[in-house]
């Protein structure tokens, strides 16, 4: 599958990475005038060659310079248009068809050309003109109202989540496009929207909300609505994570922290009665879980079956065992930057894992692809030089 890109920053890139992961040649196209991606430039780990942001969201991708505005540079642009299954997009609304890349406006060159922006607030619709981004979203579409204590502001989540949310709807809407156009001949357009995928992520709250009239609230050490416990718990020298999510989840704990009368006492034997007595719950919960360190609780939880796991930093997260055990973490080298590690994608398809190349420096593959996917030779490309295709000139 082979898509064009017209992606920056974070969520669009996001999404692509996914299928790159899985076997996509993405073609990054990007603006000479502006310096390409500006996810090359985000501080604080950067240099002139480009920065780890820029290598998190661009692994695997291969990178073309092509001004746009330029006569040249465009009909560039439309003969890889002419061998592609998707042209991908994360701008504005309104920019999809100023640059004409509408499929309307591609048709002509490729009949089942998938055509798919992600966008603010999408492509149609009175705020399509407007800009935003993952913590306006956040705030707007109600999360920060469900994130945090009760007795503090409203906080965003601790990663763009909305960001690569939409990336992931963005990557899904294409893949269904591009399989439809392989079946009909026929392409399409995939409007995905970071407004509509934070709305569409209230979820359960929103149904209860819209079918009950339920107003949720931040509720304390981030506990679930409705179902106790199933929540962070203060230990000796750290935090846990306890998560019945079924009654037999429950058995189990009362079990094997030594109070198995809390099975039929009637203030507790239900998701129900815990959900009424919540405040003595979690009570004595919280009073028994301080007692000792998070490991030791570990020690009696996990061999129960109880759903459970530490609060950990980024650093011990990264360093769990099973971090390594799944292949989570992979390394690339940089010309500049150096060994580059991290995190893989979580989409995984067959018995091994892809093969993890870095992200390409800015043009590096202009040449290639042009010789490889459109056949042009060396004095062609030079023609285009010269007349600007790839910037700093004049068609």
Request: with cysteine; glycine share 10%; proline share 5%.
């Amino acid at each position: 599958m082979r898509i064009l890109a017209l992606e920056q920053y974070g969520a669009g890139p996001f999404g692509t990475a996914q299928l790159v992961d899985l076997g996509a040649d993405v073609i990054k196209i990007e603006d000479p005038a502006t310096g390409g991606d500006v996810g090359r430039a985000v501080p604080p780990f950067r240099n002139s060659d480009g920065s780890l942001f820029f290598e998190t969201f661009n692994r695997g991708k291969r990178s073309v310079l092509l001004d746009l505005r330029n006569a040249s540079g465009r009909a560039v642009f439309d003969q890889l248009v002419a061998s592609s299954d998707a042209v991908f997009a994360n701008v504005r609304g309104d920019v999809p068809e100023k640059l004409g890349i509408r499929y309307s406006d591609l048709c002509h060159l490729n009949r089942s050309i998938v055509c798919c922006f992600l966008t603010s607030f999408g492509v149609t619709g009175s705020e399509q003109a407007d800009p935003g981004y993952d913590y306006v979203m956040q705030g707007r579409a109600g999360w920060m109202s469900l994130t945090g204590s009760p007795d503090e502001a409203p906080q965003k989540t601790g990663l763009s989540l909305v960001d690569f949310s939409t990336g992931l709807a963005a990557a899904m809407a294409l893949l269904a496009g591009v399989i439809a156009a392989r079946e009909t001949g026929v392409g399409t357009e995939c409007d995905v929207a970071l407004f509509d995928t934070a709305i569409s992520m209230l979820s359960y709250v929103a149904t209860w909300h819209l079918s009950e009239g339920y107003e949720p609230t931040r509720t304390a050490l981030s506990a679930h609505p409705s179902l106790i416990p199933f929540q962070n718990f203060p230990t000796a020298d750290g935090w846990l994570v306890v998560a019945c999510a079924k009654e037999k989840f429950w058995r189990r704990l009362v079990d094997v922290i030594g109070k198995p009368e809390w099975k039929s006492a009637p203030e507790y034997a239900t998701f129900e009665a815990r959900r009424r007595n919540a405040d003595l719950v979690v009570h004595q919960l919280c009073q028994l879980f301080s007692e000792r360190s998070t490991a030791d609780w570990l020690e009696i939880l996990v061999p129960a079956g109880v759903p459970c796991g530490p609060v950990n930093d980024v650093s011990g997260a990264l360093s769990d065992p099973l971090v390594a055990e799944r292949e989570m973490i992979v390394e690339t080298s940089h010309p500049s930057l150096g060994a580059v590690r991290q995190v893989a994608s979580s989409a995984r398809v067959g018995g091994h894992g892809p093969v993890i190349r870095r992200g390409p420096l800015l043009g590096e593959h202009t040449n290639e692809v042009l010789t490889e996917v459109l056949g042009l030779d060396g004095n062609e490309l030079k023609r285009l030089d010269a007349v600007g295709a790839f910037g700093d000139g004049k068609d």
